[in-house]
């Protein structure tokens, strides 16, 4: 399978990039927003394009045409105000799917935020990031696209375990971001997941296992 990483140079999009790169049963295509990180995957090995979720969905499409998969792993992060949450965390991701559909991928895994699906459970401090995870998610859902939507708890730059908890529903949590990168590499392979949308914590049973129970 031929993947389409969006954001690649960021901390979980990294450690996919390498991964994909060790693993040897996918290729990736990293989508990154700026020349200079195309260059760096470039000069390692990786092939990478340069698209922005702020651009328009054609040129994304544009920047996919030939893979078979999107993973969405790209976000505005804590830094910035909530104009980029809506634009890319919302809107971004939103582009995202529509340019999956439009350049024929049916595959698309995406990283959302622990409870994204549970108004009752978002910080009251993050609600519109929240509210913007939520409803990328429920565009997904409704894509018509063969979708997995992985929600994990508070990232942690810890060493992996290779041990989570997935499920439907599972109040808090944490993860490491190697554990989030590894179930997302998974779940690419994983039919059981297809259609699913899932919590990710840290937890006491081997990826592909927890996947497999979902
Ligand atoms: P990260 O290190 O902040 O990486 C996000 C990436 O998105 C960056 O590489 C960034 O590009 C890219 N990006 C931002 N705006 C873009 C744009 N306009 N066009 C293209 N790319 C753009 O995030 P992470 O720690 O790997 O987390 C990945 C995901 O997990 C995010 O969706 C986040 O919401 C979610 N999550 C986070 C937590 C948490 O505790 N932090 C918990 C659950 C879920 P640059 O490198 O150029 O800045």
């Known amino acids: 399978m031929k993947v389409f990483l969006i954001g690649a140079n960021g901390q979980i999009g990294q450690r996919l990039a390498g991964l994909f790169q060790q693993d040897g049963t996918h290729t990736v295509r990293a989508m990154v927003r700026k020349e200079e990180q195309k260059e760096a995957l470039q000069a390692a090995g990786t092939e ?26 790209a976000g505005s992060g804590g830094s ?32 959302s935020a622990l ?12 609600k519109p990031y929240y509210a913007a ?7 997904l859902e409704a894509s018509g696209l063969t979708y997995t939507i992985i929600r994990p708890g508070g990232l942690l730059n810890d060493p992996g375990t290779g041990m989570v908890a997935a499920a439907a529903d599972l109040e808090r949590g944490s993860i490491s971001r190697d554990d989030v990168a590894q ?32």
């Open 48 to 73: 990478a394009v340069t698209a922005n979720l702020e651009g328009s969905a054609e040129d994304i499409a544009k920047a996919a045409q030939g893979c078979d998969a999107v993973v969405f792993a």
């Open 80 to 111: 910035t105000g909530y104009d980029k949450t809506l634009l890319i965390d919302l809107d971004g991701a939103a582009k995202a799917i529509e340019a999956a559909k439009s350049a024929g991928i049916d595959r698309f895994v995406m990283i």
């Open 115 to 126: 409870q994204a699906h549970n108004r009752e459970n978002w910080n009251e401090s993050l």
């Open 133 to 139: 995870k939520h409803y990328a998610d429920k565009i």
């Open 183 to 214: 179930t997302v590499l998974a779940s690419l392979d994983e039919p059981n997941t297809h259609g699913k949308a899932f919590d990710l914590t840290a937890g006491g049973t081997p990826i592909k296992e927890a996947l497999k129970q979902l």
